[in-house]
């Protein structure tokens, strides 16, 4: 395998992390957000955002992708199918965040708002500076644990014309004629970037320890 | 015409793409797990480079995507002289795949049994092999029954990645559907509804297995 080849695997390696990036950083804070609109338990938004989550969690990846790309146009939204992979990768991990964030949430301890409240901390200034960080410390492991699902799961942008790290495989065969070697440089690129998101779910799990009582 | 009735009407390859996405599901789920068992058996014992080399293999399936091991198989084998069809590129890279997690999954599981429970079967007589059978397998199946759970609806949605190398299941045939008649928001809902069906079963086959294990003592231990 070649220079020209290897080029080639990191340009899509390069796809596959900047809109693999993208979805991570919007999934974890939309989840965030769903987490917190559940909470509050209003009566027809929660059924909806339940119903989300559920039809989230059980619809693959690619059906979900095609789903976008091809039905959006036909309400009048014609999206770029960088647009459409990104969208259809943040709705699929937002809905498993949101059940992370939500079991953070529900295993917060209410002593700390009731003290903060007894110092008179408004809502917004105890959720900012005492809640958020607590809960990320105790949510990271779970949602770096996501995060590398996203990554394995981004082949599925393959479908809709997007080159990313697996897909360029066959272009790289389609010259060579040689697919054996694409696809083991392939795989070992993701081995790489999950490993580096493995190592990372890990020293989070040991810094989410120290907070364990 | 009604769009509803085109998708009535071109029923067959939904129908065909479901048997096949059931058929794929169904046979990768078993042999993935009877091939998660057969993993935990062989790294309860003593050799070490066995257990180094598969706990390798495991490693692997765990840090590489799906559709790569699909890809392997089905474009990089017959490079190396053997050639399959898609149906059976996608079942090998399927119970391959899902067998190491499902193997990772109870030895997990395996890890938290008491030490009392082997001592005491040994005490008795049992010797390695119905330990494992008679003693260890079915704590450890039955108390990792959500995790399994879990990752047989995962398994479900790795099923849609084999339309990527050609195998004609749900995803496909919708796509096929949807180019032929321009209908594309309702033939995905169909194929996202006929997935939706399979986990729904998959949950509440979970919910009976854990009923049946706490009758019969399973959450004792």
């Known amino acids: 395998m070649d220079l020209k080849a290897w080029l080639l695997l990191l340009e899509g390696a390069w796809t596959t992390v900047w809109i693999s990036g993208i979805a991570i950083a ?11 609109i559940r909470r509050q338990a209003i009566p027809v938004i929660d059924q909806l955002l339940a119903l989300y989550i559920s039809l989230a969690r059980a619809t693959p ?32 991990t937002a809905a498993f965040n949101a059940e ?63 080159v990313d790290l697996t897909r360029v495989t066959n272009r790289i065969a389609s010259v060579t004629y040689d697919p054996l070697y694409p696809i083991l440089g392939a795989g070992l690129i993701y081995m790489l970037m999950i490993g580096v998101l493995v190592k990372a779910q890990s020293l989070a799990e040991r810094h989410a320890r120290r907070l364990a009582v | 015409m009604n769009e509803w ?15 096949k996405t059931l058929q794929l599901f169904g046979i990768s789920a078993l042999l993935g797990l009877l091939l998660g068992v057969v993993l935990l058996y062989l790294l309860e014992g003593q050799s070490n480079w066995l257990r180094k080399g598969l706990g390798g293999f495991i490693n692997v399936m765990r840090t590489v995507p799906f559709l790569i091991l699909a890809y392997l198989i089905y474009y990089g084998l017959p490079q190396g002289g053997l050639r399959l069809s898609a149906d059976l590129s996608g079942l090998i890279a399927l119970t391959l795949y899902h067998g190491a997690y499902f193997s990772e999954i109870l030895r997990g ?16 007589g049992f010797r390695h092999h119905l330990v494992f059978l008679r003693i260890l397998l079915p704590n450890v199946f039955m108390s990792s029954l959500p995790l399994l759970g879990n990752q047989l609806i995962v398994c479900l949605k790795d099923t849609a990645f084999l339309c990527i190398i050609t195998v004609r299941e749900v995803t496909a045939a919708a796509n096929s559907v949807q180019s032929t008649y321009f209908i594309p928001m309702k033939a995905f809902l169909v194929a996202i509804l006929l997935y939706w069906i399979i986990s729904l079963v998959i949950e509440y086959g979970i919910r009976y297995l854990t009923r049946f294990g706490k009758q019969r003592g399973f959450s004792h231990v």
Request: proline share 4%; net charge positive.
């Open chain 1, 26 to 36: 919007i999934g974890i804070s939309a989840g965030l957000l769903i987490a917190i």
């Open chain 1, 61 to 92: 990846l690619v059906t979900l992708v095609l789903f976008l790309f091809l039905s959006l146009p036909a309400v009048g939204i014609n999206l770029d199918k960088h647009v459409a992979a990104i969208l259809a990768l943040t709705l699929n």
């Open chain 1, 100 to 162: 992370i964030w939500r079991s953070a949430l529900n295993n917060f301890s209410r002593d700390q708002h009731e003290a903060a409240q007894a110092i008179g901390m408004t809502d917004w200034v105890f959720f900012r500076r005492i809640m958020l960080p607590q809960l990320v410390t105790v949510s990271l492991p779970a949602l770096v644990n996501e995060m590398s699902f996203l990554i394995k799961g981004s082949p599925a942008i393959a479908i809709i014309g997007l």
């Open chain 2, 5 to 19: 009735s085109i998708i009535w009407q071109s029923r067959e390859p939904f129908i065909s793409g479901f048997l």
């Open chain 2, 109 to 124: 599981q395996r890890l938290v049994i008491p030490k009392g429970l082997v001592e005491a079967a040994q005490a008795h």
